[in-house]
């Protein structure tokens, strides 16, 4: 309960401005000023109106001197530690190579998308691409791993540059990358897909000044049903090795629609 309670206004207070937390600091004074008042009220009721009007002056400036430096100084210590801690998750996240989210955070990410959209009576929808990047092994061998870095993130930068802003891109591991479109129809999947492949295709890659074309393969799927990440990066990887087998450079998409989990095996 502590640690979520510490959490819970640790991003709260980490979210405020210098302004805001001033009027934060404030407020709590404030507070602290009227409970201190009230008690002391109560308790000096036995030694007379005289003596607890004498003493009032006292006990308030004390608790103000006291209380709005040490309010002011934990705010701007949760402030701080708040802003640290999404840096650090933001970090943990992220494939320090490509910028995209890691494996781990972008399976999770989709999950709660999927789950969020559960909750609400609206029929779920949406689409996962797995994109894959053909023939990097060459790129590597040919040029090194240096520029086959450089063609990774060509690669991821071309993908977020197709996709919207609340949909999701994420580098699986080695030369494969998800998108995760939530609301997208078979049809929306199919047009990001085709953009994705048709702008990687086109882009100026140039390792040690020799034009290089990179082409990627998507596979996916687009769904009408609660499913969750690991089923729906089954069928789209399915799909993903269909497209290599047809000749590469080129998309493979499925529809789902509602079904139940044992009929999964049908469409892999």
Same mark, same amino acid.
């Given at each position: 309960? *502590?640690d979520?309670?510490?959490?819970?206004?640790?991003?709260?207070?980490?979210r405020?401005?210098?302004?805001?937390? %001033?009027?934060?600091?404030?407020?709590g004074t404030?507070?602290?000023?009227?409970?201190s008042?009230?008690y002391?009220?109560?308790?000096?009721?036995?030694?007379?109106e005289? *003596?607890?009007?004498?003493?009032?002056?006292?006990?308030a400036?004390?608790?103000?001197?006291?209380a709005?430096?040490v309010?002011?100084f %934990?705010?701007?210590r949760l402030?701080?530690?708040?802003r640290a801690n999404?840096?650090?998750?933001l970090v943990?996240?992220?494939?320090?190579?490509?910028?995209?989210?890691?494996?781990?955070?972008f399976s999770t990410?989709?999950?709660e998308?999927?789950?969020?959209a559960?909750?609400?009576?609206?029929?779920?929808?949406g689409?996962?691409?797995?994109i894959?990047a053909d023939?990097?092994?060459s790129?590597?061998?040919?040029?090194?791993?240096?520029?086959?870095?450089?063609?990774l993130r060509?690669?991821?930068?071309?993908?977020?540059?197709?996709?919207?802003?609340?949909?999701?891109?994420g580098?699986?591991?080695?030369?494969?990358?998800?998108?995760f479109l939530?609301?997208?129809?078979?049809?929306?999947a199919?047009g990001? *897909?085709?953009?994705? +492949?048709?702008s990687?295709s086109?882009?100026?890659?140039r390792?040690?000044g020799k034009?290089?074309?990179?082409?990627?393969?998507?596979g996916g799927?687009?769904?009408?049903?609660?499913?969750?990440f690991a089923? %729906?990066f089954?069928? *789209?990887?399915? +799909?993903?090795?269909?497209?290599?087998?047809?000749g590469?450079?080129?998309?493979?998409?499925?529809?789902?629609?509602?079904?139940g989990?044992?009929?999964?095996a049908a469409?892999?």
């Amino acid at each position: 309960m *502590a640690d979520a309670l510490r959490r819970y206004f640790g991003r709260a207070v980490s979210r405020l401005g210098r302004s805001s937390l %001033l009027r934060w600091t404030l407020v709590g004074t404030a507070w602290c000023l009227f409970v201190s008042l009230g008690y002391n009220a109560v308790a000096a009721a036995g030694i007379g109106e005289e *003596a607890f009007r004498s003493g009032l002056p006292v006990a308030a400036l004390l608790l103000l001197v006291l209380a709005g430096p040490v309010l002011l100084f %934990l705010g701007y210590r949760l402030r701080e530690l708040g802003r640290a801690n999404r840096k650090l998750g933001l970090v943990a996240s992220t494939d320090s190579l490509t910028a995209c989210l890691n494996r781990g955070a972008f399976s999770t990410r989709v999950d709660e998308s999927l789950t969020d959209a559960g909750r609400g009576n609206q029929r779920i929808k949406g689409a996962l691409l797995v994109i894959d990047a053909d023939h990097f092994k060459s790129i590597n061998d040919s040029y090194g791993h240096d520029l086959g870095d450089e063609a990774l993130r060509t690669i991821a930068a071309a993908i977020r540059g197709q996709v919207r802003k609340d949909d999701l891109v994420g580098r699986l591991g080695g030369e494969e990358f998800g998108v995760f479109l939530p609301g997208a129809s078979q049809e929306n999947a199919v047009g990001v *897909a085709e953009r994705i +492949r048709r702008s990687i295709s086109e882009v100026s890659f140039r390792p040690m000044g020799k034009p290089h074309r990179l082409t990627v393969s998507v596979g996916g799927v687009s769904f009408e049903d609660q499913l969750g990440f690991a089923d %729906l990066f089954r069928i *789209a990887d399915r +799909r993903l090795y269909q497209a290599k087998n047809g000749g590469r450079n080129r998309i493979e998409l499925t529809h789902i629609q509602a079904y139940g989990i044992n009929d999964l095996a049908a469409v892999h």
